[in-house]
Antibody, heavy 118, light 106 residues
Framework: QVQLVESGGGLVKPGGSLRLSCSGSGFIFSAYYISWVRQAPGKGLEWLSFISSDGTVISTAASVKGRFTISRDNSKNSVFLQMNNLRAEDTAVYFC???????????WGQGTLVSVSS | EVVLTQSPATLSLSPGERATLSCRASQSVHIYLAWYQQKPGQTPRLLIYDASHRATGVPARFSGTGSGTDFTLTISSLDPEDSAVYYCQQRTNLYTFGHGTKLEIK
């Protein structure tokens, strides 16, 4: 079955960096776009970034552009989110999700919690 | 950026009743809109895509309509398990989500 598992979250100080990983299994990972979405505590969903199946097409939300960078390694069935200059408002659960033909998000991981606090 | 406005923010209905949830876009998204259901402590689940197509395994009581800027998710006969937050999402100009409608089943 399709599975996505995020890792790399944790507690970081303001201004710090984290690299999140998303590992996929149960499907042909290299054939799918992958997105990152976050959800602050008690809040709604915020799309952050997507990367094409071969890694050549990337888009990122204006709210995190210049601080967050998405990448992938299809040999490891993994997508990454490098997050720099973290702020308190970046505190959230971060989900990766598979895209249904580069349109909508049909499978989601369970998420990894990022807490930014001094 | 396309802004999606969902209404109402909260909806409280009884089992068997009909729920109507609205999503309005700040500019036309054609039919490129999806609905997701998120139950407490769970990840979002894709319900409807391209405005009116049910995703795999979604019960027939869920239906979506609309195009352009106005969209509706209808749940024809509420079940207690439908208690959740429902989000709309557009894919015309990057991706954005609405702020959600919390559906409570009394």
């Amino acid at each position: 079955q399709v599975q996505l598992v995020e890792s790399g979250g944790g507690l970081v100080k303001p201004g710090g960096s984290l690299r999140l990983s998303c590992s996929g299994s149960g499907f042909i990972f290299s054939a799918y776009y992958i997105s990152w979405v976050r959800q602050a505590p008690g809040k709604g969903l915020e799309w952050l970034s997507f990367i094409s199946s071969d890694g050549t097409v990337i888009s990122t939300a204006a709210s995190v552009k210049g601080r967050f960078t998405i990448s992938r390694d299809n040999s490891k069935n993994s997508v990454f989110l490098q997050m720099n200059n973290l702020r308190a408002e970046d505190t959230a659960v971060y989900f990766c999700a598979r895209e249904l033909g580069h349109t909508y998000l049909d499978y989601w991981g369970q998420g990894t919690l990022v807490s930014v606090s001094s | 950026e396309v802004v999606l406005t969902q209404s109402p923010a909260t909806l409280s209905l009884s089992p068997g009743e009909r729920a109507t949830l609205s999503c309005r876009a700040s500019q036309s998204v054609h039919i490129y809109l999806a609905w997701y259901q998120q139950k407490p402590g769970q990840t979002p689940r894709l319900l409807i895509y391209d405005a009116s197509h049910r995703a795999t395994g979604v019960p027939a009581r869920f239906s979506g309509t609309g195009s352009g800027t106005d969209f509706t998710l209808t749940i024809s006969s509420l079940d207690p398990e439908d208690s959740a937050v429902y989000y709309c999402q557009q894919r015309t100009n990057l991706y954005t989500f609405g702020h959600g409608t919390k559906l409570e089943i009394k």
